[in-house]
């Protein structure tokens, strides 16, 4: 998949692009459908499927107090895309000044000088250009005066609402990680570097991955049952506590993993851990013995999640 970042709006030469246009965060389900719509169009008539985006999201601009945390970093992002068959990936940076740009503008510049699409979908209720004035109507008048045609593709549906990151986020913010599986179409991944920790797991036995991410959101704060991918590729089942340790007077968020039947230095790799089902609630013991004793049967616990998961393809 080729990505560019569109410093400037010369014409890319792309042939025949189908472009689909939206944030993008977390590729869920509702994205997907909308990279399906273009990609069957693109196959049809031999050109490219690409996806356009604005980086960073407009409300770290627009409203910045109020921005929700991404599901996705733009590399994660990228990833999601290309396996979906996006043949390129097309970041917009956006400024005060394109967030200042009428709708006719946007599409002069940036779909059909920058990008010469053919065709454009997006979902029932894209709204674009200055102080979201441009609505589907707009773009299919602007598309039949300008030589592309639109399609706006239907929500996707779960529990008779529709697909979207900020409900992604709910469950998460709820440790629900299977309805975000649902919702997502996969499992809910972060990435992260292994970091120097308290190193408290190996002398209970139970060493720990501790995990330094640039994913913004994560799920409740919890223990988790999960899979983490290792440098070797191999994947491997996993027990993830995501808090403070209260049991050691931690007051700051961190997440750390205890890699099931696994025992290598992990110091300085970089991981991803899959989340399959929340366990429990994190809590304070009363001592080291307790929480030895809780661990196990975490692992246990983990252990029995991971194999039911294997069905849902986690």
């Known amino acids: 998949m080729e990505r560019v970042?569109?410093?400037?709006?010369?014409?890319?030469?792309?042939?025949?692009p189908a472009v689909t246009i939206g944030n993008f965060d977390g590729v869920h389900r509702g994205h997907q459908a909308l990279v399906d719509s273009a990609a069957r169009w693109a196959r049809a008539e031999g050109g490219l499927t690409v996806v356009l985006t604005l980086?960073?999201?407009?409300?770290?601009?627009?409203d910045p107090a109020r921005a929700p945390g991404t599901l996705t970093t733009l590399?994660?992002?990228a990833e999601l895309l290309a396996a979906l068959g996006v043949d390129a990936f097309a970041v917009l940076p956006f400024t005060a000044e394109l967030a200042r740009r009428p709708a006719e503008e946007f599409v002069r510049q940036v779909l059909v000088g920058a990008l010469e699409a053919q065709r454009v979908v997006v979902?029932?209720?894209f709204r674009f250009g200055h102080r979201r004035g441009g609505d589907v109507a707009t773009l299919e008048a602007l598309g039949a005066r300008l030589g592309f045609g639109v399609e706006a593709v239907a929500p996707v549906l779960h529990r008779g609402?529709?697909?979207?990151?900020?409900?992604v986020r709910e469950a998460l913010a709820r440790g629900r990680v299977e309805e975000a599986r649902v919702l997502?179409?996969?499992?809910?991944?972060v990435d992260g570097r292994v970091v120097e920790g308290a190193r408290r797991g190996r002398t209970l036995g139970f060493p720990t991955a501790n995990l330094e991410t640039p994913n913004e959101t994560l799920p409740q704060e919890g223990v988790y049952a999960a899979r983490c991918?290792?440098?070797?590729?191999r994947w491997v089942n996993a027990v993830v506590n995501i808090g403070r340790r209260p049991t050691f007077g931690g007051d700051t968020v961190s997440v750390e993993a205890h890699l099931i039947d696994f025992d290598a230095d992990l110091y300085g790799a970089d991981l991803r851990i899959e989340f399959a089902d929340r366990l429990r609630e994190e809590r304070r013991f009363d001592g080291p013995d307790a929480l030895v004793a809780q661990i196990r049967e975490d692992v246990s616990r983990a252990r029995d999640a991971m194999a039911?998961?294997?069905?849902k393809g986690v």
Not at 55 to 62: V, Y
Not at 161 to 167: A, D, K, T, W, Y
Not at 229 to 233: I, K, L, M, T, Y
Not at 308 to 311: A, R
């Open 5 to 16: 970042r569109l410093e400037s709006l010369a014409p890319r030469g792309w042939p025949s």
């Open 55 to 62: 980086d960073p999201h407009p409300a770290r601009l627009l």
């Open 75 to 77: 590399d994660q992002k």
């Open 123 to 125: 979902g029932q209720d």
């Open 161 to 167: 609402r529709p697909v979207s990151s900020s409900r």
């Open 184 to 189: 997502l179409g996969r499992p809910f991944f």
């Open 229 to 233: 991918q290792v440098p070797s590729g």
């Open 308 to 311: 039911d998961s294997s069905g």
